[in-house]
């Protein structure tokens, strides 16, 4: 199975090239963010055309997230156990929750397709609710391993945080004054992985940046970051047998700012003791 996360940055806008980059890559499961849609709004007929099931979640115009697969979705959730909401001006418990994840399990894979708060400023509220929100995943994430120590858990999607020196490339962006790159940030991801999960790319995909601002040249100077990851338990992990950046999707006519992260799984693993003997 092929296994891609993707910022589309409006489903709507994007369609051609998000359905002809599925097609084209032989992608079988498209995770995407920021869909900037209602599910009523959301172009189904396009995925339906190339073999895709679509099923998405968006409360308006901004955030929003989905799913498509070419095997069946089953299993679906709009929100993981514990997420906290955000209204500005609103310190309740009980905020309201935004579009921000969706579950579901296909192919006896659990994956989730999120997008994390953007923090917009170190002193904002709106960078307690990102903390709170990546604390609540980690707790979320180590629950559910703790019940299923052998689930091929998933957490995809844009993260909002640079979680290493190297995945900052953007000299805008620093430390002390910036979101994305502070401790907090740093160790509220970290979590994540004290919590059972594992970067399954980046062993096979060292360095390279899944973001780049449209100002600046950013990208036409290589100035990214990577902020968009692929989050898998250890039977997940287990699973993986390649992965890409793709890159070159931030080329061409109206792109999204983000670009896909692409892993390959092997879930048919043949059991040794399948395997016939031959003898000579």
């Not at 296994?3 to 498209?30: K, M, P, Q």
């Not at 979640?57 to 069946?72: C, D, F, K, M, T």
């Not at 979101?179 to 509220?188: C, F, I, L, M, Q």
């Amino acid at each position: 199975m092929r296994l891609a996360t993707w910022n589309v940055n409006s489903i709507r806008a994007r369609v051609v090239r998000t359905v002809e980059f599925a097609v084209r890559e032989n992608i079988d499961v498209l995770a995407m963010q920021e869909i900037k849609c209602k599910p009523e709004q959301f172009p189904y007929a396009e995925f339906e055309a190339a073999g895709y099931h679509v099923v998405a979640h968006g409360l308006n115009q901004w955030n929003g997230v989905a799913i498509a697969s070419r095997e069946p979705i089953e299993d679906v959730e709009l929100s993981f156990a514990g997420m906290p909401g955000f209204q500005k001006g609103y310190d309740g418990p009980d905020a309201p929750l935004e579009a921000r994840a969706i579950g579901a399990t296909i192919n006896g894979v659990r994956v989730w397709s999120l997008y994390t708060p953007n923090g917009r400023a170190l002193d904002d509220p709106h960078m307690t609710y990102k903390l709170h929100w990546l604390d609540a995943l980690a707790r979320y994430t180590e629950t559910e391993l703790a019940a299923n120590p052998e689930l091929k858990l998933a957490l995809v999607g844009d993260f909002n945080v640079a979680p290493l020196d190297e995945d900052n490339g953007d000299p805008t962006i620093v430390e002390g004054v910036s979101t994305h790159v502070s401790p907090a940030e740093r160790a509220a991801f970290g979590a994540l992985q004290s919590a059972g999960l594992t970067d399954v790319v980046r062993p096979l995909v060292p360095t390279g940046y899944t973001y780049w601002d449209y100002k600046q040249l950013r990208f036409p100077r290589n100035e990214g970051l990577r902020i968009d990851f692929i989050l898998g338990s250890s039977a997940f992990a287990d699973a993986v047998s390649g992965a890409f950046i793709a890159r070159d999707e931030r080329k061409g006519e109206i792109p999204s700012d983000h670009v896909p992260v692409v892993v390959d799984l092997d879930l048919d693993p043949v059991d040794d003791d399948d395997v016939p003997m031959i003898f000579g």
